[in-house]
Structure formats: C-alpha cells, structure tokens
C-alpha cells in the first residue's frame, strides 16, 4: 500500500516512505539492533566482545543499507543514521564495561541507549540529581534555540516559495534545523536527563567560541561524536598508534561514518566528506605548529576565531555536496 497516494503530502517526497511495510521492517531491524546490543553484555571475553560490537555494527549498517536501498534518499538517511547510532552506543558501552565502568541500571540502559543521543554512559551510570537553576537554565537557553531555529526553518520555506528561488533557502534551513535540534531539542532533553539524575550536558557547546580547530572539535562542536571516536577508536589505539596517529585514525573513522550518513543515502560524493575530515585531521596536526610561530592564533584573538570559521566553512560545499542538497535538503522546502 503506497503511503498518501492522494491529496497533499503531509511528510517531504524525499521522506515519505514507499509503503508501511517499508516502514515497518525498518522499524523491526532497529529492534533488532537494540536487543542485540543488550545481548553484547553477556560476552566476558575482552577481545570477543570488542570484536562482536565492531562486527555487529558492520552487519547491522549493510542489512540497513540493503533494506532501505528502494527509499527515498531522506528517510535512507535517517534510517543509516539510526542503525549508526544504536551501533555505536553497542561500542561504546562494550568499551564502558570492558574499562571497568559501573554498569548501568536496565531503565538507565535503556534511557541511554534509546534517549539520549550522546556517548558517554558513566553520565547515566552515576546518579545525582541536580534540578538547579543551572538545569533550568538549560532548559530555557533550549527553548529559545528551537524556537528561532524553527523561525529559521519557516524563513527558508517562505524564501523558497518566491518566485525567484533564492540562494539563501537552503543554508538558512541547514542552519535553522542545526539550531533546533543540535541545540534546542537537545539541551531540552539534557535538562530533562538532569532532573533524572543524569550529569549530561550540552552536546554542542558555543563552537563559535572556539580559538582552534583541536578546540572546536573535541570541546564545542558535537560532543557524542568525539566522545564516541575517543572512546571507540583514539583510546584503544592510542598505546599503539601514539596521540597524534590515533587522532588521525579517529578524524579518518569520522569521514567513514559521514559517509554513511551523507553520501550513502544519495549514492553519491563519497569523497567529499572523507576529503574534508582527512583536511581537518592534517589541520588539527598542524595547528600546534603554527601557533608556536604566531602570536595571532596563541593568544586567541579574533583572527585565531576567523582560523577556525575559515577551515570550518570554506570546505563545506565537499561535505554537504550537491546530491545531499538536492536529495536530502532540498525537499524539505518543498
């Protein structure tokens, strides 16, 4: 059965799914994956646990990318990024157990695992409640951030009903769905966790503050994506591979996984953002280099904040490349 066949479309054309069993199995594999994930716990031996949360992940993201081949590119998207997330926090709680962490009550599990988008579980397993003003500020400083990040999103959709289509539609709603869940939805649902006992906390965290890219991406930008690539990726290799060869690893882990969420989907660009995140990682590695030889980029002054919104944004046309505008973006305006 075709989902809306007729009448106006209440979800974009590039998420509608084709049909509600499509939906379904989607949903069944994801369930799949969660019971999965509780199942690694059972696994004592260090080295057969890690190895089965890494292979599972690979099983789980190729049976995903495989059932959700006939979808549009929207929905093929976000189901590569469920199936992304739910295997990762099979990882990064392996490598939580593995490192002796306290394990995690069965509704703490659960809320971590299914609720929460970041990476760290310590923060669930040790309870503390805190419903301070700090929490409710949180809480405020998020309803603010989805309140103009959707403003942001109705001004692209108003931009894009013109009949001249402007240029500015579609940043104006990257940045608009940016600020509204990165920011907004989230620090909402931190404050909620707080009030549960949770010590989480903004996953993004004033990036336009940052006076280096090492600073941008491992304090300000995305923390459960860094916490997921130290955890999963830097701290196990880093006896091995030194500090500086296992950031690179991890920047190269983060292309591969932006590949998955960005290219897959389209079935297009796969370079662009292995390219961009191979750049940062260079750059990350050259950036001490530098600011012992600048004073500008050392002492953080405005140029430092322009170094780093330069490499950020100058590149982004490789990660966010046309076919992801076209297939993933754009429909959204429409």
Same mark, same amino acid.
């Given at each position: ?25 989607l949903g ?6 969660? #019971?999965?994930?509780?199942?690694? *716990?059972?696994? !004592?031996? &260090? =080295? %057969? $646990? /890690?190895?089965? +949360?890494?292979? @599972? ?56 695992t299914l ?9 669930? #397993?040790?309870?503390?409640?805190? *419903?301070?003003? !700090?929490? &409710? =500020? %949180? $809480? /405020?400083?998020? +309803?603010?951030? @989805? ?56 996953l993004f ?130």
């Amino acid at each position: 059965m075709r989902v809306l066949d007729r009448g106006a479309p209440l979800i974009a054309p590039g998420y509608a799914p084709t049909s509600s069993a499509a939906l379904l199995s989607l949903g069944i594999l994801l369930g799949g994956l969660v #019971a999965a994930v509780a199942l690694l *716990a059972r696994v !004592r031996n &260090a =080295r %057969l $646990a /890690r190895a089965s +949360a890494w292979g @599972l992940a690979l099983a789980a993201i190729a049976a995903m990318d495989g059932l959700a081949a006939a979808q549009p590119a929207g929905l093929r998207m976000l189901a590569l990024c469920a199936a992304t997330l739910y295997a990762m926090k099979g990882i990064v709680l392996t490598e939580h157990r593995l490192r002796g962490g306290r394990a995690l009550s069965r509704s703490r599990w659960l809320g971590f695992t299914l609720l929460w988008p970041g990476m760290r579980p310590a923060e669930f #397993a040790n309870a503390e409640i805190e *419903a301070g003003e !700090r929490t &409710a =500020r %949180l $809480a /405020r400083r998020g +309803a603010l951030q @989805l309140g103009v990040g959707l403003l942001f999103v109705l001004g692209a959709r108003a931009l894009e009903g013109n009949a001249a289509r402007s240029p500015l539609a579609v940043p104006l709603l990257a940045c608009g769905l940016s600020l509204a869940v990165h920011f907004g939805l989230f620090n909402l649902l931190a404050a909620a966790w707080r009030t549960r006992g949770a010590m989480v906390g903004p996953l993004f965290r004033s990036p336009l503050a940052a006076t280096s890219l090492a600073t941008f991406w491992s304090r300000r930008w995305n923390l459960a994506f860094s916490e997921m690539i130290q955890l999963s990726v830097a701290r196990p290799l880093r006896q091995r591979l030194g500090a500086r060869g296992a950031a690179v690893v991890g920047f190269l882990v983060s292309g591969v996984l932006h590949v998955l969420a960005i290219s897959l989907p389209v079935q297009a660009g796969y370079g662009g953002p292995m390219l961009y995140f191979a750049l940062h990682g260079v750059l990350v590695q050259f950036e001490p280099w530098l600011a012992r030889r600048q004073r500008w980029l050392r002492e953080g002054r405005w140029l430092a904040h322009l170094w780093v919104l330069v490499w950020i944004a100058l590149p982004l046309p490789i990660l966010f490349h046309a076919p992801f505008v076209e297939g993933v973006l754009e429909p959204l305006l429409r």
